[in-house]
């Protein structure tokens, strides 16, 4: 029912009858019943009338508002919390309701702090716990920080450090202040690798430039980055990401640069104290295959030529390479003399963009009716998002065409999905393909 100042009407007869306590809390309530204390409420100042006895059974502070030495007579002016909260906070004090939203929780925490009701903090921070997204969880962050919630605080960074990607790439994430970034650039456990990361920090240097009114220049931006360029791990980064992107800007000293160089070179580590040299660790378990296929065997004569697959994990993983099928040769003779054969091979991987990843090329021996796996130089931190991988060889090969699997399961319902992808020349999709697995790692 929409209150209105001043409103009193006119009660049921016999409305105690068949009422637990609760319920006869709310109907006294709402309809203002034998009220005894006024407030005015907000900038509006809204006249709202309550109990005495039920705000001070749920409240110290109401308590000492209208019992102890801090008495205070006549209708009570609380300016700092508008009509719409305050009424939220009422209707849990007198019948545990709790129906919160996005624009007013923030709100409603602050009026159940002020007041010491306890137990609408502990729902409304369970509340913002269990709905935490890349959505929500940088202006959650900031309020946590605010509120000096520190359980919250924790549960926002080990939201972000298992989702770093699709955090980091958030256009909140542009907003957060100095300190909840330098909180989370801290962590030694973040699932993004380190070029997103530098990626998100021009970003959000970019942004401050703008609000504090200053060009976003190379050199202004590494004046508001301040200390949290030395959080940044760039010593974790690809060496040609580091060429092409870093070394462009002047985010780094030429000093900075050429250490990194010598580094990423191995003549010497870098020698940048005031830098954060350690890589972030990511915690997997140990290499597990994800096959696509029940059985080996090259069913179908492909051409020598581009294959290429799409696939998605739903959670983040580390991919460490693939397995392809070995094939049959164009002559048949020749196949039933020479069950191996040697092959070039380039390998790429490429994100939702097309944008490449990873590229390997090389020379190796592969057999008829067999997978062989090969291995990447490097671990690369895959997220939840497509991705796609191209395979092309200078001699022919095999596909299955037995009905490869297009989602593959895996242990604490985690999964793998494979789909069609355009880039193949070879005839291949997401049920026939040369690439019959991949090798990842899973987080613990």
Not at 94 to 110: H, K, T
Request: proline share 2%; glycine share 6%.
């Amino acid at each position: 029912m929409p209150w209105k100042a001043g409103q009193t009407l006119k009660a049921d007869i016999d409305w105690q009858a068949q009422r637990d306590i609760l319920s006869s809390n709310r109907y006294m309530f709402e309809n203002h019943v034998a009220c005894d204390v006024t407030f005015i409420i907000g900038k509006q100042r809204q006249e709202m009338t309550v109990h005495k006895y039920v705000m001070i059974s749920r409240s110290s502070v109401f308590h000492a508002m209208l019992c102890g030495p801090l008495l205070e007579t006549g209708p009570i002016s609380i300016p700092d919390i508008e009509p719409e909260v305050f009424e939220q906070l009422l209707r849990f004090i007198y019948y545990e309701a709790f129906e919160p939203n996005g624009d007013s929780i923030f709100a409603l925490l602050y009026a159940a702090k002020k007041y010491a009701v306890m137990c609408l903090v502990d729902r409304c921070l369970k509340w913002l716990e269990e709905g935490l997204s890349p959505d929500n969880v940088c202006i959650i962050l900031e309020q946590a920080r605010a509120f000096d919630e520190r359980d919250l605080r924790d549960k926002c960074l080990e939201f972000m450090m298992d989702n770093g990607s699709s955090v980091f790439k958030h256009p909140s994430f542009r907003n957060l202040s100095f300190d909840c970034v330098e909180m989370v650039l801290k962590q030694d456990h973040i699932e993004i690798s380190e070029e997103e990361v530098y990626e998100a920090m021009k970003d959000w240097a970019k942004n401050e430039c703008t609000r504090k009114n200053i060009e976003p220049r190379d050199e202004n931006m590494m004046q508001v980055l301040g200390g949290l360029k030395h959080l940044i791990r760039f010593s974790g980064m690809n060496t040609r990401y580091f060429a092409d992107k870093v070394a462009a800007d002047e985010i780094l000293t030429l000093e900075e640069k050429l250490n990194f160089f010598r580094g990423f070179l191995g003549s010497s580590k870098p020698n940048i104290t005031s830098l954060k040299h350690t890589k972030r660790k990511l915690r997997f378990r140990e290499m597990e295959r994800v096959m696509r296929f029940s059985s080996e065997g090259s069913d179908w004569l492909r051409c020598s030529g581009l294959d290429a697959m799409e696939f998605k994990s739903s959670k983040g993983v580390l991919l460490l390479g693939i397995a392809i099928l070995g094939g049959w040769w164009e002559n048949t003779y020749q196949c039933l003399r020479r069950r191996s054969f040697d092959v070039d091979i380039e390998i790429k991987l490429m994100d939702e963009s097309k944008r490449s990843i990873m590229s390997k090329t090389l020379r190796t021996n592969l057999s008829v009716d067999q997978s062989k796996e090969i291995l990447f130089d490097e671990r690369i931190v895959l997220h939840c998002s497509w991705y796609s991988i191209t395979l092309h060889s200078s001699t022919p090969g095999g596909t299955k065409d037995n009905k490869g699997q297009k989602i593959v399961g895996l242990a604490d319902g985690q999964f793998i999905e494979f789909k069609t992808s355009s880039l193949s020349i070879n005839s291949t999709s997401d049920v026939r393909c040369a690439i019959s697995g991949l090798l990842i790692c899973r987080r613990l």
